[in-house]
């Protein structure tokens, strides 16, 4: 007897192996090394890219909130080079810089920032956990002079500032201890006037124009958002609801584990449940984290299909955990990670490496013959009604026919009312 499960013709959802190209737009983001004078790699400048062109345009701090999340989105999990980013006043003061790992991220001061009491004070906060700030467009004003006693680096632009300009640059961060840094070399003759004036790093078009990064973006869900507004501006904040609300946005859930990972960065340990990451990550960086996700959530259109398939998956996991003697939380979260690859485009070994979970489950995101391995193969098959895979797998994990379709069945009219869809959730 074939195993039938009673899925609504609406919420079918497609074979994993045949989905429909994504509608979400993708996400880009400009990088451009940073070079020592041996032309060894130092680090990268972050550039907001609203489309696929080599300039900027659009508003400042919208595009300092889009970078960092793009960061968290696209750049791996590795903090061997150093990330220049700029930042606006905004950006420094209400925090959201923290969103990034302090060890390899270095603070762009632009020359529009005066510096404030309020700003320089948050500045200093941000130096004693570990940023370093770079000064771009200094000017030897009087009024900049504060902003050299942050400075790691100074960043002399080679095309507007004249021999007279740079002479004056040099004049006034002399003895500050800050490295220079030549930035909008385009050709030899520069270079070498930057070497011979004492920069030591280098950027510009000589080297290399910005390379482009791009990445399909996660489809979230506006319904866990207008909740979570109202969870996160509690005191103190709800973590069982703000797990809750988490757990049912895919795209909020990759972003936390990215930061998890990089909390951990230097420490052992792994993140098997949403739970454990938002205590490691701290109820800060989660509402910065939601803040600038939302920069660019709603002016997207995204795959409403999509976000319910991850999230009956994860459902009908941990609906299926206990019958296989494992944790629930951690199967909920295998289900919810296991389209990434489709979500982001990027193979699967690639995204595994930024994520702090368990080798077990990055095992059985793989699709090995562990419990959970099995697990996502039974639903897959349930999506893509290989019935006869089905029955395979049930006898092999021990599970009755009759609660397997059930389990389905209730996972699908779940992720349906998650996403507020009445029609099926009744």
């Not at 969103?99 to 005066?114: A, F, G, H, R, Y």
């Not at 320089?120 to 941000?126: P, T």
């Not at 296991?338 to 995101?365: C, F, G, H, N, Y």
């Not at 391995?373 to 599970?399: F, N, P, T």
Request: glycine share 6%; charged share 20%; hydrophobic share 45%.
């Amino acid at each position: 007897m074939p195993l039938l499960a009673p899925t609504p013709p609406s919420a079918t959802p497609q074979p994993a192996a045949s989905f429909p190209p994504l509608t979400a737009p993708s996400r880009f983001l400009g990088r451009q090394p940073i070079l020592d004078a041996q032309r060894r790699l130092f680090g990268y400048e972050l550039l907001y890219r609203s489309c696929k062109t080599d300039h900027f345009s659009g508003d400042p701090d919208l595009a300092t909130r889009e970078v960092i999340d793009h960061w968290l989105l696209l750049i791996p999990g590795s903090t061997r080079t150093a990330s220049f980013v700029n930042c606006t006043r905004n950006a420094l003061v209400e925090g959201l810089v923290t969103l990034l790992p302090p060890e390899s991220t270095v603070l762009e001061i632009l020359e529009n920032i005066d510096p404030a009491p309020e700003l320089f004070d948050c500045c200093l906060a941000l130096r004693k956990q570990g940023y370093r700030f770079a000064l771009d467009g200094f000017l030897p004003q009087p009024s900049r002079a504060p902003f050299l006693a942050l400075a790691d680096f100074i960043k002399i632009d080679f095309q507007s500032a004249d021999h007279q300009l740079r002479h004056e640059i040099y004049t006034m961060a002399a003895g500050c201890g800050a490295r220079l840094l030549g930035e909008k070399i385009e050709n030899d003759i520069q270079l070498r006037i930057a070497i011979s004036e004492g920069c030591t790093l280098f950027q510009g078009y000589f080297f290399s124009q910005p390379v482009l990064l791009s990445s399909r973006t996660v489809p979230q869900n506006y319904f866990v958002y207008l909740k979570l507004l109202a969870v996160l501006h509690r005191d103190p904040t709800d973590l069982r609801r703000l797990e809750k609300l988490i757990s049912a946005d895919v795209s909020l859930c990759y972003r936390v584990l990215r930061l998890a990972n990089s909390a951990l960065q230097g420490h052992p340990g792994m993140i098997s449940t949403v739970r454990e990451a938002l205590l490691m990550v701290g109820d800060d960086a989660v509402r910065k984290m939601v803040t600038v996700a939302m920069a660019g959530a709603l002016s997207s259109h995204r795959s409403t299909a999509l976000i319910s398939l991850a999230l009956s998956r994860a459902q009908f996991c941990e609906l299926v955990a206990p019958s296989l003697s494992a944790e629930p939380a951690q199967f909920y979260l295998l289900g919810l990670l296991s389209l990434l690859d489709v979500l982001l485009e990027t193979p699967l070994d690639r995204i595994l490496q930024t994520l702090p979970i368990t080798p077990e489950m990055k095992s059985a995101l793989a699709s090995d013959e562990s419990a959970g391995g099995r697990a996502l193969d039974l639903v897959r098959s349930l999506e893509s009604c290989d019935w006869h895979r089905c029955e395979v797998i049930q006898h092999k994990l021990g599970l009755a026919e009759g609660a397997i379709a059930a389990m389905y069945a209730h996972s699908l009219r779940w992720a349906s009312s998650m996403l507020g869809d009445e029609t099926h959730s009744r």
